[in-house]
């Protein structure tokens, strides 16, 4: 019975990975089923991977817009934001039980809510940088 649940949950890791992969950029949606879909499974530097770490990087560094793609890429990867993120996200995983989905998307302009249902978290707050989606809270 683990063994159907688990490759369920990787399954549908999969699928929403490549869905998030798939024409072009994600949608909000998205980026919501496959942050999920990996906090479910207890994934969490696959789920911190769609974090946003561009705001907080142009906080840090006022002249982030003149950085090129690549050099921001860099600073990302060095400064290990995810690695970070993802420990922070163990706390969160036991909020997202066996179960948890995307229950509804709110858009507006460049944020939308994901309201969620079956879990203990209510909702990811997303942000839209540069044609790309990313979590940025989870409530």
């Not at 919501?32 to 479910?40: E, N, R």
């Not at 991977?49 to 990087?57: E, L, M, N, P």
Request: hydrophobic share 45%; aromatic share 10%.
């Amino acid at each position: 019975m683990r063994l159907l649940v688990r490759s369920g949950l990787i399954i549908a890791l999969m699928w929403g990975l490549i869905g998030a992969c798939g024409c072009g950029k994600p949608s909000a949606e998205g980026v919501a089923d496959t942050f999920v879909a990996a906090m479910v499974s207890g994934d969490t530097l696959a789920a911190a991977q769609h974090w946003d770490y561009v705001t907080y990087a142009r906080k840090q560094n006022p002249d982030w817009d003149t950085f090129a793609t690549s050099q921001k890429n860099l600073i990302i990867k060095e400064a290990k934001f995810a690695e970070k993120r993802a420990k922070e996200l163990d706390y969160w995983k036991l909020h997202f039980l066996r179960g948890t989905e995307v229950d509804n998307i709110i858009e507006t302009g460049d944020s939308a809510i994901a309201q969620l249902k079956g879990g203990r978290a209510g909702e990811l707050n997303l942000i839209k940088i540069e044609d790309a989606w990313y979590v940025s809270a989870i409530k």
